[in-house]
């Protein structure tokens, strides 16, 4: 009797389980698959966290910058990363011509960094340097010097770069080495240190020797990370030294033909063709372009524009798409953002109430005092101000690595400002988006 009720107690619960158990939790199952917990609300620990894959663009790469772009060797380069928006030939061994001045102000720009120089140091011709720069059969630029004048490295530098003054790299390079052989020798084992191929042989580029495109931008890169006063002479669209005034024969400063341009070098040869350096900022994007062996003056100029304007054009394509892929991990958990991020000179941005109210800190954007006020019930005050590179923690004035923006009625601030207020170190893969604060 005993074994008859187990049996009908068992054969019960079968039923009740298959009826009404099975079905709920089949319902449950497809809610859950249809309406998922949001991910930030309980973070997943950071080596199990997914993820999202991002769908690949259904927008190729152009293939070209213009119809009609015939540079024969051509590079355009995002200067905050490095990356390459587009390139012909740009490794190819060339006459890099009176280019070579990049890197003879370069090596200026160490020695002043050295504390070996400074911009008002004045620096004797020479009677050999004054010599060649009166020498009208040597190619490029005749700017005559003196000899026995002392000339000041600031005029020097902008002797060198503007009007392309060959007598000026010989200066520095018998200053600063004591010859120019052991001036070229030094730019050698720079161009190495900073990855480059050249094979110099002279500090002006008047004579025949070799670098590329390529290594070119990447020393301009270098040069304005490094030392961007050099902006400062290779904008200017001319120099008047002793009562001549030589105008910038990079046309796109000189004649204003790329507004945003600001630098940076030519350089020609018979051997070279037309070369053309040169870098210019749009919208918080700077860019570098360069193009060797084009057919003349003018071909030059065309050809730099149109580099240039499809370079802005590549990157802000490309940056569109990385915004798409950004996901923001603190901790191993996925913050909501209510609105994109923003990338502006090269850092990304994000929108600082979003990750802020995340981690329990309270925001208010007191829009017509132009500031943010951020508390934690810890005691934490910090204190934004729009359009400003300053930040008050805790009464503390700090100094932000960029100032917080007001883009589309939200403030952003920049991952490394999100690491100064939260004490926690950012890091951003701009290939893939994922951005982790640790």
Request: hydrophobic letters at 40%.
């Amino acid at each position: 009797m005993k074994g008859l009720k187990s049996s009908l107690v068992i054969l019960l619960t079968l039923i009740l389980f298959t009826s009404i158990v099975l079905p709920a939790y089949a319902m449950q199952s497809a809610f859950t698959a249809e309406n998922p917990a949001p991910e930030a609300e309980v973070p997943i620990p950071e080596e199990e966290a997914p993820i999202p894959e991002t769908p690949a663009p259904d927008n190729p790469r152009p293939a070209a910058p213009a119809p009609g772009f015939s540079a024969p060797i051509a590079v355009v380069m995002d200067f905050y990363t490095g990356e390459i928006l587009y390139e012909r030939n740009m490794e190819q061994p060339w006459v890099p011509a009176s280019m070579t001045k990049s890197m003879t102000a370069f090596i200026v720009y160490q020695e002043i960094a050295a504390g070996n120089l400074s911009l008002d140091t004045e620096i004797l011709v020479s009677a050999e340097a004054a010599r060649f720069s009166a020498n009208r059969s040597v190619p490029g630029s005749f700017v005559p010097l003196p000899s026995g004048e002392y000339i000041t490295v600031d005029m020097l530098l902008k002797l060198l770069m503007i009007p392309s003054g060959n007598a000026a790299a010989v200066v520095f390079a018998e200053h600063i080495s004591g010859s120019e052989a052991a001036f070229v020798q030094r730019m050698n084992e720079t161009a190495a240190t900073l990855g480059m191929y050249a094979e110099f042989s002279n500090s002006h580029g008047a004579y025949v020797h070799y670098s590329n495109a390529y290594s070119t931008a990447k020393l301009i890169r270098e040069f304005i990370t490094q030392y961007p006063d050099i902006l400062r002479i290779t904008s200017m669209g001319s120099v008047t030294y002793r009562g001549s005034t030589y105008r910038n024969t990079n046309h796109l400063v000189s004649r204003n033909m790329f507004s945003e341009a600001d630098g940076f070098k030519t350089g020609s040869l018979r051997q070279a063709g037309w070369n053309h350096s040169t870098t210019a900022v749009r919208d918080g994007r700077r860019i570098i372009a360069v193009v060797m062996n084009t057919s003349s003056s003018s071909a030059r100029q065309t050809q730099s524009r149109a580099l240039l304007n499809f370079g802005f054009e590549e990157l802000e394509r490309r940056q569109a798409e990385r915004i798409e892929r950004v996901r923001v991990f603190y901790n191993g958990g996925l913050i909501p953002l209510s609105t994109l991020p923003e990338i502006y000179c090269g850092k990304l941005l994000l929108p600082v109430r979003d990750i802020m109210r995340y981690l329990d800190y309270n925001v208010q954007w007191h829009r017509e005092h132009g500031l943010v006020s951020i508390t934690h019930n810890n005691g934490f005050t910090a204190t934004l101000f729009a359009d400003r590179d300053l930040v008050v923690i805790n009464g503390e004035t700090l100094t932000l690595p960029m100032p917080a923006q007001e883009i589309n009625e939200h403030i952003y601030v920049s991952i490394d400002t999100i690491g100064l207020l939260t004490g926690t170190v950012a890091e951003w893969d701009w290939e893939t988006g994922v951005t982790r604060f640790r």
